[in-house]
């Protein structure tokens, strides 16, 4: 379905909102209006509710193995429109079509894929006490909210809509108001494969929508993907009917190569780490420390490389492998550090300046960005810039590098090149993230549980222990004996 105007969407279908509030989504390598989406007002929030408890009534009383068959269905469909969804998350978001079309999608329909695989598994327990027992069910929640980020809205929207869906849950979402299509596509997605209206409803609109789901009385929990500002902010409001809460949260991880590293992989590893999806991916190891054996020759084929093989331009080029970031203002705050770099002591390898390649002149590009000689305690070393900005810092030794790599409040990603096998697990036991990588960065497959230390969130996303944030245990105790009382 193609939409001049996109709607809220409840209980099963499109729904118009009453108080005819829109607002502008704009495709950032181009800076046109591509269409208008419509805010969810009080009406569409009072439907949502209901259309979730309905839904939550009807999903909940199927059977795990039922609920599994529907959940498959939507992959198929998911994969079967690859295509069509990866064009959307290029316009919505400038990420280049090159890794859209293998990995948006592919990427959410895993996450469904698994989680509705897993759903039969979800077993309790019992056991005999006294000459009584108990036995324990797991039980759905009930309605759940999503909140997403825009750089990856539709797997984001995937990613929580799966474990919450297959452990029987009814799910509102809200996508970035930035990036609010894809989600829509997926409700449509559920609906045609067999998940009951109400189930899966997205909800349109900015920082106010999110506000009103996290201080809902009947929503009893909020996955959050986004700043670490933001996510305070929504644990605050959660508090208020102790909605439980999965928080994920930005990084400023660290890449550790040592110097019986690979460096041709650790310069691919930091190119991926900092340059993919623009920079806008939240596990990027925008600190690269290099072992002062090797820092020359990974600075000179980190330059190269950048040089050569970066090539920004129309994200739906196939050639593009640098897209536009997500707004003017974003783009503005990037530059801003980049500033910051200069004027602080960083030495300007590469970049450092807005693009306007000639196929996309007005998007909102930056150039690939390498400072060198960094120090920890810069600007662009402590903050998260969410953008294709690098930051390479020489070490020493080994305890050292550790130190300096857990100094700070984040603690989402990491990533150890070497070859001495003992090396890289001893280190990456003492560094004080939740995702780690040795000789790989970026890699998340749906089996692997993803979340924060730190600052960096709570709770996980995929892997097993996914599932069990969306349910919760009931113990039910049996008297087989005469019920004893003193009274
Ligand atoms: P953001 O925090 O500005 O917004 C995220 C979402 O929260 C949006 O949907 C927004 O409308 C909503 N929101 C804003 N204020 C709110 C409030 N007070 N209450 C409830 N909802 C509110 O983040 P962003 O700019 O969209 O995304 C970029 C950030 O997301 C980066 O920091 C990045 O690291 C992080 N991120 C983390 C992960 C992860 O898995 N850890 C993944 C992707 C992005």
Redesign the pocket.
């Known amino acids: 379905m193609s939409y001049s105007r996109l709607l809220n969407f409840i209980n099963g279908s499109p729904m118009a909102n009453s108080s005819g509030e829109v607002f502008d989504v704009i495709n950032p390598a181009t800076g046109e209006v591509i269409y208008q989406v419509e805010c969810a007002d009080q009406a569409i929030k009072d439907a949502a509710i209901q259309s979730a408890k309905t839904g939550f009534r009807v999903w909940s009383a199927m059977t795990a193995m039922e609920r599994a068959r529907i959940l498959h269905k939507a992959v198929v469909l998911l994969r079967e429109r690859n295509d069509a969804l990866a064009e959307i998350e290029v316009m919505d978001t400038g990420k280049p079509w090159q890794e859209a079309e293998c990995v948006d999608v592919v990427t959410g329909a895993d996450a469904i894929e698994y989680f509705a695989s897993l759903a039969p598994t979800a077993v309790g327990q019992q056991q005999e006490v006294a000459g009584d027992f108990y036995y324990t069910r797991k039980e759905p929640l009930g309605i759940c909210a999503g ?6 809205p539709l797997q ?1 929207a995937c990613w929580k809509s799966a474990p919450a869906l297959a452990a029987g849950n009814a799910m509102i979402f ?4 930035e990036t609010p299509k894809g989600a829509t596509m997926l409700a449509e997605i559920f609906i045609e494969a067999g998940v009951p209206a109400g189930v899966f409803n997205v909800v349109h609109g ?2 106010e929508v ?2 009103w ?2 201080t809902h009385n009947e929503i009893e929990k909020v996955s ?5 500002n ?1 996510g305070m ?2 644990m605050q ?1 959660a508090a208020s009917n102790l909605k439980d809460v999965t928080m ?4 400023k991880s660290p890449l550790l190569v040592f110097d019986d590293a690979d460096i041709s992989e650790a310069v691919s590893a930091a190119m991926l780490g900092n340059f993919y999806t623009q920079g806008e991916v ?1 596990t990027n190891c925008t600190r690269v420390f290099v072992q002062r054996g090797v820092y020359q020759q990974f600075i000179e084929e980190l330059v190269a490389r950048t040089k050569n093989n970066v090539v920004a331009g129309d994200p739906m080029d196939p050639e593009v492998n640098l897209g536009a970031l997500i707004s003017a203002k974003h783009q503005q705050l990037v530059l801003d550090y980049i500033e910051k770099g200069k004027l602080e002591g960083a030495s300007l390898l590469t970049g450092g300046h807005a693009l306007s390649p000639q196929s996309a002149p007005n998007g909102y590009f930056v150039a690939p960005t390498i400072f060198a000689d960094c120090q920890d305690d810069m600007t662009i070393c402590r903050e ?1 810039i ?1 953008g294709p900005v690098m930051s390479v810092l020489v070490f020493d030794d080994e305890q050292e590098v550790i130190e300096r790599a857990n100094n700070t409040q984040l603690g ?1 990603a990491a990533g150890v090149m070497s070859q001495d096998l003992r090396r890289a697990h001893r280190v990456i036991h003492q560094l004080e993230a939740g995702i780690c990588w040795i000789n790989a960065y970026g890699a998340s497959p749906a089996e692997m549980p ?1 979340g ?1 230390y730190k600052l ?2 709570i709770g996980r ?1 995929n892997g097993l222990e996914a599932l069990n944030q969306y349910l919760q245990t009931k113990s039910i105790y049996v008297g087989m004996n005469k019920l004893e009382s003193p009274f």
């Open positions: 909140i997403g980020a825009w750089n990856y984001i809200k996508p970035s108001e900015a920082a999110g506000q789901l996290t959050f993907t986004g700043e670490v933001t902010k929504v409001s994920e949260l930005g990084g939240c998260e969410f989402l993803v924060g960096s969130g996303e």
